[in-house]
């Protein structure tokens, strides 16, 4: 070894090698195996020569881990940590480091994937079954699904779902317009291409629409809570499913919307334990009545009763029914955010009901003391009921306040010109109420306002939440360390052995990859801080669309979608709005071969797109004639082609330059599934194929888990598609 030169001795690429596993000998043999000679020969006789990159990569050289995660350490002391009392659906809360090291940090269960085979998900399973009943309690609701991407996401499901159950004739959805502004945002996406009408009031203004569902916010973006049941009555009495966006710890102690009549309740479960992170992801929760079970998107695990007699937990249901009813899908979800799940759910596991009361009593208790601090000094408050959120009128004195503050260390919402908003949280303290009076220049006794509510008895529940044993048994670390050991012992996840389902499953989260989602400095940093406290996040993000530029061979990579399933809706929405700047609009046709994944029609459908199938031959592979036949039948309302390359059958098709030019001869563009850009990397790329669009599923191709801190694990690229084609923030 003292003979080698230095370069061999640096071991600058370790990690490679480490994280892939096989060295020269355990590669010769596997070639062995299946009879080449090397992966050179192997890459030369599965990928077509015509697609093979001629150079590699343009990206940097591999670095040793201790040095990447220095690097990354200082990209995120860049961040500025302030007290972001944003609110929004975004808050600060306190993981508890039980759950912290045995569940966020444990590979036993964040590599375990969504629970398709229950045979080998059994801990995963009764996890999510206690989220379910979490949920279902605190909605008052009858049937909880085991969760979604996000509220924003879940809102617009709500109103598919609506859509589907209601019998209205009428073809408008009602939105408050006090819903959180990124919620509205989807919402409007989502319902432009189903084709339906928005109409935007005030809760009240609600119960006079003629609509087929509406959607409300309690409490609303400004902290207002009001009794929905009235509204929610007239509403269900024209027909109407009501769908209620809420909060749990809120619905700790507030009213559920079950009880005051809500067909469907969904929210984010972010401040139940999960970190910010700049805004995801978190699990949202979803709910609903038990005649609707059957239009409810996602997955619902149930409780079963096994050959030999014993309790067995399986999916009850599963809208991977996509395979199946394929374009007359429910929804295009086929996953769900089951490692954030589990947190919310642990959460409320260790806390049980007297524990979450005590905090959310706690956040209110802080939150009516400072507003009758306000009141007592003669501001003007626009939120007079609320739970943890206040607007206040502040004039010609916002722009001063709202920047003594960030400089004092604190975020507050700018409102408008005129106002300021300011949300409580599970971290403020009484010091932090302190501090904001002198702000404001309040002169109060914070121990003289202990009396202080701002919630009427009227909206306060009266039901017990919680009752389940599971929910008044873990209250101790050792009782709950032992707890989540007993359900990490249940299942098989990477820290086992190889999970052979698939791609998905097919990736062990490197511990250096892991380490930096639970820093402060990404994990505390709230999605609407000014753009300057968030330097450290931007310069990431970039630098990682910098490695997606190269990978994919697109000059522009959009960040936004936050699973596979809405990154393929939001590469088709590009391209819908690619037809409609260029005069387009009538473009509609959708080409997808038979051997899809089934949210591929699933997602065409969503976006206004009629699917033509193409067929397959006896291998599987894309039918070449009939593809060019039916472009050229289509010819004038060719809007897309969907396809996965390699296919779903693991094959780098030949004919893959030949079909993508054929649907652009055709006028239309391609979108390629990237949920198997894994087999691509550094051998090819989507640009380099033909493809126009292409979402990358993250946790496949780079090893993040399945749901993480980091800002997204899908992403839409583009390449002849304007990025003003793009999803962006509100």
Not at 302 to 322: F, N, P, Y
Not at 694 to 719: G, V, Y
Request: proline share 4%; glycine share 6%.
């Amino acid at each position: 070894m003292l003979n080698l030169p230095l370069s061999a001795l640096e071991r600058r690429d370790d990690f490679i090698s480490r994280h892939i596993g096989p060295d020269a000998a355990e590669t010769a043999a596997m070639c062995a195996d299946i009879g080449v000679a090397s992966l050179a020969t192997l890459i030369s006789e599965t990928v077509p020569a015509g697609i093979r990159l001629a150079a590699p990569l343009a990206i940097a050289a591999a670095v040793p881990e201790h040095e990447a995660l220095a690097k990354l350490k200082a990209i995120a002391s860049k961040n500025v940590l302030k007290r972001s009392l944003i609110g929004l659906g975004y808050y600060d809360t306190i993981l508890p480091k039980v759950i912290l090291r045995n569940v966020l940090e444990n590979p036993g269960w964040y590599t375990a994937y969504t629970p398709y085979q229950a045979e080998i998900a059994q801990g995963r399973l009764e996890a999510l079954l206690n989220w379910q009943q979490m949920v279902m309690d605190l909605t008052g609701m009858a049937l909880a699904n085991a969760s979604l991407l996000d509220e924003a996401t879940a809102a617009a499901e709500a109103m598919a779902m609506a859509r589907r159950a209601s019998k209205s004739k009428s073809n408008a959805f009602f939105v408050d317009s006090a819903a959180f502004p990124q919620t509205i945002d989807v919402v409007k996406t989502r319902a432009k291409y189903f084709g339906w009408d928005l109409v935007f009031g005030t809760a009240e203004e609600a119960a006079s629409a003629d609509v087929f569902g509406a959607l409300l916010q309690y409490p609303d973006k400004t902290g207002a809570v009001r009794d929905l049941t009235d509204t929610i009555a007239a509403l269900k009495a024209k027909g109407a499913l009501v769908a209620v966006a809420s909060d749990l710890m809120a619905l700790v102690l507030l009213k559920s919307p079950g009880e005051m009549g809500a067909d469907i309740a969904l929210g984010s479960a972010q401040r139940f334990g999960v970190p910010m992170g700049f805004g995801g992801p978190h699990a949202a929760f979803f709910a609903t009545r038990d005649e609707h079970k059957r239009s409810v998107p996602g997955r619902i695990i149930g409780v079963s009763v096994d050959a030999r007699g014993k309790k067995a937990l399986r999916m009850a249901l599963q809208t991977r029914e996509q395979h199946i009813r394929r374009e007359k899908a429910n929804s295009n979800i086929c996953t769900s955010q089951v490692l954030l799940a589990n947190m919310a759910g642990m959460y409320a596991v260790y806390h049980g009901p007297k524990g979450l009361q005590t905090i959310a009593s706690r956040i209110h208790k802080l939150a009516a003391i400072f507003a009758a601090g306000l009141k007592g000094a003669g501001y003007t408050l626009r939120t007079a009921q609320f739970f943890d959120t206040l607007d206040i009128e502040t004039g010609d004195k916002t722009a001063t306040l709202h920047a003594d503050a960030v400089a004092a260390g604190y975020n507050l919402r700018h409102v408008s010109d005129t106002a300021l908003g300011v949300s409580f949280d599970e971290k403020t303290t009484r010091d932090d109420v302190s501090a904001l009076f002198g702000l404001f220049g309040v002169k109060a006794d914070l121990a003289a306002l202990e009396a202080s509510v701002a919630l009427p008895e009227s909206l306060l529940r009266t039901d017990a939440i919680l009752t389940h044993p599971v929910f008044n048994s873990h209250h101790t670390e050792h009782e709950m360390l032992r707890y989540l050991k007993k359900l990490q012992n249940r299942d098989l996840a990477l820290d086992h052995s190889m999970i052979s389902l698939g791609s998905c499953t097919m990736k062990l989260n490197a511990t250096s990859e892991m380490i930096p989602v639970t820093w402060p400095e990404f994990s505390d940093v709230h999605p609407f801080v000014p753009r300057e406290q968030a330097a450290g996040y931007l310069e990431m993000i970039e630098g990682l669309a910098n490695y997606l530029r190269a990978v994919t061979g697109f000059p522009a990579i959009c960040m936004q979608p936050n699973s596979g399933a809405q990154g393929e809706y939001a590469g088709l929405i590009a391209i819908r709005r690619y037809h409609e700047a260029r005069g387009d609009a009538h473009r509609n046709i959708c080409l997808i071969p038979k051997s899809a994944h089934g949210t591929n029609p699933a997602s065409a459908q969503m976006c206004g797109l009629n699917v033509v199938v193409v067929d397959c031959d006896e291998n599987g592979n894309v039918d070449v004639a009939d593809l060019k036949a039916k472009a050229e039948q289509h010819k004038d309302n060719l809007a897309a082609l969907m396809i996965t390359y390699p296919s779903t059958h693991g094959v780098f098709e030949e004919a893959v330059k030949d079909i993508c030019a054929t649907v652009h001869a055709f006028g239309g563009q391609v979108y390629m599934d990237g949920a198997n850009l894994n087999a691509q990397v550094g051998l090819t790329s989507p640009a380099t194929i033909g493809a126009d669009v292409s979402h990358m599923n993250l946790h496949k191709t780079f090893c993040i888990p399945q749901a993480s801190a980091a800002p997204a694990w899908a992403r839409s690229a583009s390449r002849r598609t304007s990025p003003r084609s793009w999803p962006t923030m509100p």
